[in-house]
Antibody, heavy 118, light 109 residues
Framework: VQLVESGGGLVKPGGSLRLSCAAS????????MSWVRQAPGKGLEWVGR??????????DYAAPVKGRFTISRDDSKNTLYLQMNSLKSEDTAVYYC??????????WGQGTLVTVSS | QSALTQPPSASGSPGQSVTISCTGT?????????VSWYQQHPGRAPKLMIY???KRPSGVPDRFSGSKSGNTASLTVSGLQAEDEADYYC?????????FGGGTKLTVL
């Protein structure tokens, strides 16, 4: 299993950014996927998860990001996305792409750093 | 929902056992058998160590074990080794939400 995130960088407050996660080594279309973030020097925080297309492809979000972040997937490209809008300084974190299964996160990417600062 | 409660630090000498607690509520830890534990070394991505309270993924040494009683889950590391020094995070399913603990820094003396 390999998960490779990309798209992180520096963005101004109120701005937008889209993260991508290229998946390989497993049947991506059969997997629920999730994003977990970690602010510098802090603990882990769940961002959201997305179901498989056969299970509706719908997503759930943590309260701090609901309405601002959108998780999507493209099974034809084995890619997971995180669209982040109206970014705030408190969204500064390393964002990890992870596989999700029955309440746990099995495989993790190496993470991509998002910095929200003026 | 609030983060699960973990002690900030724990320690033990090589060969000893150490237990890290993770306390939640009946809405998370106490309500589901979906507690997991993650190990994170500095600068690295977290790694799944325990899932569904007490199950070990392939490749995780049997020195690592998990349990739960009421609203508190525990991770026990037996026969401590130097490479076990890391941060450990618990996580619980809570309906349409996943909640992490604040993390415990395990030091091998």
């Amino acid at each position: 299993v390999q998960l490779v995130e990309s798209g992180g960088g520096l963005v101004k407050p109120g701005g937008s950014l889209r993260l991508s996660c290229a998946a390989s080594g497993f049947t991506f279309s059969n997997a629920w996927m999730s994003w977990v973030r970690q602010a510098p020097g802090k603990g882990l925080e769940w961002v959201g998860r997305i179901r498989t297309e056969t299970q509706g492809g719908t997503a759930d979000y943590a309260a701090p990001v609901k309405g601002r972040f959108t998780i999507s997937r493209d099974d034809s490209k084995n890619t997971l996305y995180l669209q982040m809008n109206s970014l705030k300084s408190e969204d500064t974190a390393v964002y990890y792409c992870v596989t999700y299964d029955l309440g746990y996160f099995g495989f993790w990417g190496q993470g991509t750093l998002v910095t929200v600062s003026s | 929902q609030s983060a699960l409660t973990q002690p900030p630090s724990a320690s033990g000498s090589p060969g000893q056992s150490v237990t890290i607690s993770c306390t939640g509520t009946s809405s998370d830890v106490g309500g589901y058998n979906h507690v997991s534990w993650y190990q994170q070394h500095p600068g690295r991505a977290p790694k799944l160590m325990i899932y569904e309270v007490s199950k070990r993924p392939s490749g995780v040494p049997d020195r690592f074990s998990g349990s739960k009683s009421g609203n508190t889950a525990s991770l026990t590391v037996s026969g401590l080794q130097a490479e076990d020094e890391a941060d450990y995070y618990c996580c619980s399913y809570a309906g349409n939400n996943l909640i992490f603990g604040g993390g415990t820094k395990l030091t091998v003396l």
